[in-house]
């Protein structure tokens, strides 16, 4: 008997994603999800030359219901089932004003932060055991709207009321469903405005602990909402914002 719990991450190449996927390698069985085959492997050749063991790797367009289902079930396969998932995979918005979205732009980004999220999750609740755990990284921007950001701030917003929604369906069944919001951390998407002087100087006018985030602190949240012990936070949307939803 081992007391490894069986976990994918999906959007484990970098950020938040990889940050935890570091983490919970140390103790769990991983399997590591990503947009492209050769991000997904790149990604498990850097954990697995720090010393990390990582079950699998697989590259798959988040919006492709079909690859994505398949690597869900070659993971969840490999593993002998799925204890949780941390549903993380996303993209930028356009950073413009709302009249100069782009529709196509606009649809893209919904088909990956929107109906990505929702196709990992449906096709891991088949494999899910019970109980089980189901984390959505959603944004503070879902409960704090940014300007300029309305494509970004309504995928996260409609992502927070997904998991809520699953949690309402699936909670009786031992499937917690919690939402992560964080807000702004040391990532990809997210380097282009925090090494900006004037720019990170604005955003930390906005936030009361004035600090960004670290990924200990975001890979230690979703570590412990992964666990046992925060089952019972089922349908809770969890602020990592440094006071910035306040």
């Known amino acids: 008997m081992t007391d490894r719990r069986r976990i994918i ?7 938040i994603g990889f940050a935890v996927a570091q983490r919970l390698a140390k103790t769990d069985d991983v399997w590591i999800m990503g947009s492209r085959p050769e991000t997904a492997a790149d990604a498990q050749a850097r954990l697995e030359s720090a010393g990390l063991r990582i079950v699998g790797a697989s590259g798959v367009d988040a919006a492709d219901e079909e690859a994505v289902t398949a690597a869900v079930d070659e993971a969840a396969a490999t593993m002998g089932g799925l204890d949780g998932i941390f549903i993380n995979a996303g993209m930028d918005g356009q950073a413009v004003p709302s009249t100069e979205l782009t529709v196509d732009g606009f649809r893209r980004l919904l088909d990956v932060n929107v109906l990505g999220p929702f196709i990992v999750a449906k096709a891991a609740i088949r494999h899910l055991t019970r109980p089980s755990t189901i984390v959505f990284n959603s944004s503070a921007n879902a409960v704090r709207p940014e300007a300029h950001f309305l494509d970004y701030n309504a995928s996260k917003a409609a992502v927070a009321s997904m998991a809520q ?5 699936l909670s009786a069944e031992g499937i917690s469903v919690i939402s992560l919001a964080p807000g702004y951390f040391p990532t990809r998407m997210t380097e282009a405005y ?10 930390m006018d906005l936030i009361p602990a004035k600090r960004f985030g670290t990924m200990k602190e975001v890979s230690e949240v979703v570590d412990f909402l992964l666990s046992n012990s925060a089952r019972f936070m089922t349908g809770s949307m969890v602020n990592l914002d440094g006071g910035r939803s306040i």
């Open 165 to 169: 929604t699953m949690a309402l369906e």
């Open 9 to 15: 991450i999906t959007g484990a190449t970098s950020g």
């Open 194 to 203: 925090l090494n900006d002087p004037e720019i990170a100087e604005d955003l």
